[in-house]
């Protein structure tokens, strides 16, 4: 994509900033990752919905991280020898028990060299796009108002300069603090002073409790974070993405609202952050999975909720806004929570499974959870064989998807394994023999033999890049000539030079134009585990070069020109680094 997708990511409270190359945030929803964006300007083509510090006369920007933070530095520099650092970031540490995180966002502006002439610009609208938000003045803060919601800024900055855009020459340092309609009881400064210390401590030991690999260390870590930002604390909820409506190429209706959780998606970021050793995020989503089984009515469950359990995400759009380089429309909601997929049962239990393994994990691991658990594995039997939208959500037609289908195994297999753990053994003899069934149906129906690899749906011909989990999920041995078979024919079909397609055959939009990231992890993983080492290092060394400069990924990537595309950072990309590193480094006992 262009230098404006390929940004820098803060959370704000539960909501979250992104900034472009330029330190502007183009992007945050207000008062969470899936409300009303203020600051729109991603997916507008007008001079309005950002927030901007800038110096007059730039010639220069630089961009980082704060090291193992999620605090971001820009330094400007002026065509005069002027330079200012512009510190970005959300306060985040723990107080008094519990993590403190106020709805804030702190911009310091120091000096470090010559007379630079800032400027801040501030310009958030409401409703989607459809309107500015109204301004008061006050002593020291100005109120952004609209309808619903009212934000605060607090500086030590002149108010007239902010109302007013006005160049001037900053003191040593100089902070804006925004954040809810809030008085702040100290000066701007000492806020952001003492606030900075604290979130760059917290990060610093959050960061030092993972357990990484010895190899691509800093790809992990900065994907960990961000994989953590892509959680909502009150709740649990992991979103797939933070944005909404990127195409997933240029000029096409492949353009969604992912700032919801998909129970798939979660389940693989959850399990990565718990590779990792992060098991604090991932009780809270269990804790968000428990509700929503506990709330579905006939136990059946959607693909998709919103991040406070609705169920209601009706798809709609926002005429205001133009969309991403004028490519509309930007869509609010997502109608993938009315589709029919099967998987969904499997990627729960897979989760809550970890609940009766886990030592680590204080949740409850008795047969009462167990017994609440049953009843998503009879839906996983009784659906296998039954047409669905499938993992890829198919929106004009629906077969018998392998994938689904092997999902309603894995229900049924995990309950068995939950059910041998608690010595509940005729429980275990039931789903024991449930997953053969599902087992002996997927490889007689799935199965082609002249392709000598499974295909994407029952009695199908078509092959889709779903079929390389087959061994990730445990249901075929690395070694089994059925899944090398698989391994080979699904690079020989979706493979384009170093990326992989999640399918090729064309569905409702026509043929698909880019690849999707997260296959290409999935197929380099697979590659891994059949013996093709050298391979799979090769493409992976590759994926860390077509990174935003700050290391993340969207979900898409054209193969030809590595520009990448689709909504971002998209947190599946982000699990493919962890998992595929977690795969291919050396041991720390090898090089330490």
Known sequence: MTDQIRMALQQFAEGLQLFDTKARIVWSCF???????????????????YYEVTIDNCVAVEQQYLRNTAILETTLRDASGGEIRLTDFVPQFWQYGREFRPLMLV???????????????????????????????????????ADRQVIRLTTDVPISYVLEERAFVPNDTQTLITAADETLPEAPGEVGR??????????????RALSIPYDWQQAVIRSAITLKLSTYTETGAVVAAMTTSIPEAAHTERNWDYRHCWLRDSYFVIRALNRLGATRTMENYLQYIINLVANADDNALQPVYGINGEAELTETQ????????????????????RQVQHDVYGSVILAVSQIFFDERLIHLRDE?????????????LANYCTPDAGIWEFRGRERIHTHSALLCWVACDRLRRI??????????????????????????????????????????????????????????????????????AVGETLRRGDHLFRYAAADDFGAPENAFNICTFWYIEALSAIGRKDEALRLFNNM????????????????????LWGNYPQTYSMVGIINAALHLSRRWEEVV
């Open 544 to 563: 860390p070069a077509h990174r935003s400069d700050l290391g993340m990924l969207s979900e898409d990537i054209d193969p030809k020109t590595g520009e």
């Open 419 to 488: 059910a041998e753990h608690l010595e509940l053994t005729e429980s275990a003899n039931r789903w024991r023999t449930a997953a053969s069934e599902i087992h002996k149906a997927i490889c007689d129906r799935a199965w082609h033999a002249e392709r000598n690899s499974f295909v994407e749906s029952f009695d199908g011909e078509d092959i889709d890049a779903s079929l390389l989990l087959m061994n990730d999920l445990s249901f075929l041995p690395a070694d089994d000539p059925r899944f090398i078979g698989t391994v080979d």
């Open 194 to 207: 003492r606030f900075f210390e604290q979130t760059r401590d917290h990060w610093h030991e959050w960061v």
């Open 318 to 337: 926002a005429p205001s806004l133009s969309g991403y380089r004028g490519m509309g429309p930007v869509r609010i909601g997502n109608d993938a929570y």
């Open 368 to 380: 009462a959870l167990f017994r609440h658990l049953e009843p998503l594995g009879e839906k996983a």
């Open 31 to 49: 008062p969470d990752l899936q409300g009303d964006p203020i600051f729109s300007q991603l997916v507008d083509e007008r001079d309005r919905g």
């Open 107 to 145: 911009r310091q502006i120091k000096r470090l060299a010559g007379t630079p002439r800032v400027r801040v610009r501030l310009r958030p609208v409401c409703d989607y796009g459809n309107s500015d938000m109204r301004i008061m003045r006050g002593s020291n803060h100005v109120r952004y108002i």
